[in-house]
């Protein structure tokens, strides 16, 4: 049981390249997240997912896509990576009533765009 | 806007003393909040929650206090232990199942 898994764990880009960043999580899980982790900023939601299919905005969405085709997959994507896009991304699954239950996070992933 | 706020960003407390961390929240909203603990290079992991209709949840040396009326939660540490340091981040759910997290207080625990 791995829970949750994010690949790859660094990146660096230049500006204006594209990338995908991959969450996996192996808990069955209905919901998954992305946010991005900046110094003095906490952590911060860019978009989320209620179930295989359905992808919503968070408070930071813009510069990002995400898809969720296979439940146990989140991919958030960059179409043209600028350099306020450095930071750090973590990826967190939970079950359908977060009210109740917690988020599991993934290690992250620490991007860098020059 | 910062609907979840921590303004102390580090804190140190001697080891065996009580370390308290302090959370506040703009949104009447939220219905839910949790602590999370997070070590370097890792994700963050959970910690404690409580609902909005409790003021007080306890678990081992964890306690969360909520005051409503205030829209301030703490975390209380006791004992504080040396493998407590780490940065903690408070978290707010509301009722459209968002989480919004507050900035982060690094605790030191000094042996």
């Known amino acids: 049981n791995a829970g949750v898994t994010q690949t790859p764990k660094f990146r660096v880009l230049k500006t204006g390249q594209s990338m995908t960043l991959l969450c996996a999580q192996d808990?069955?899980?209905?919901?998954m997240y992305w946010y991005r982790q900046d110094p003095g900023m906490g952590l911060r939601l860019i978009h989320y997912?209620?179930?295989?299919?359905?992808?919503a905005k968070g408070e930071v969405p813009d510069g990002y896509n995400v898809s969720r085709l296979k439940k146990q997959n989140f991919l958030l994507g960059l179409e043209s990576a600028a350099p306020s896009q450095t930071s750090v991304y973590f990826c967190?699954?939970?079950?359908?009533?977060?009210?109740?239950?917690?988020?599991?996070f993934g290690p992250g992933t620490r991007l860098t765009v020059l | 806007d910062q609907q979840v706020k921590q303004n102390s960003p580090s804190l140190s407390v001697q080891e065996g003393r009580i370390s308290i961390l302090n959370c506040d929240y703009t949104?009447?909203?939220?219905?839910?909040f949790l602590w999370y603990k997070k070590y370097p290079a890792e994700g963050p992991t959970f910690l404690i929650s409580?609902?909005?209709?409790?003021d007080k949840n306890e678990d081992g040396r964890f306690t969360v206090f909520l005051n409503k009326s205030a829209k301030h939660l703490s975390l209380h540490i006791v004992p504080s232990q040396p493998g407590d340091s780490a940065v903690y981040f408070c978290?707010?759910?509301?009722?459209?199942?968002?989480?919004?997290f507050g900035t982060g207080t690094s605790l030191t625990v000094i042996p």
């Open positions: 967190a699954s939970s079950t359908s009533d977060p009210g109740t239950d917690t988020q599991y």
């Open positions: 808990m069955n899980h209905e919901y």
């Open positions: 997912s209620v179930g295989e299919g359905t992808t």
């Open positions: 949104n009447s909203m939220f219905d839910y």
């Open positions: 409580i609902s909005s209709i409790k």
């Open positions: 978290a707010a759910l509301n009722t459209g199942n968002q989480f919004y």
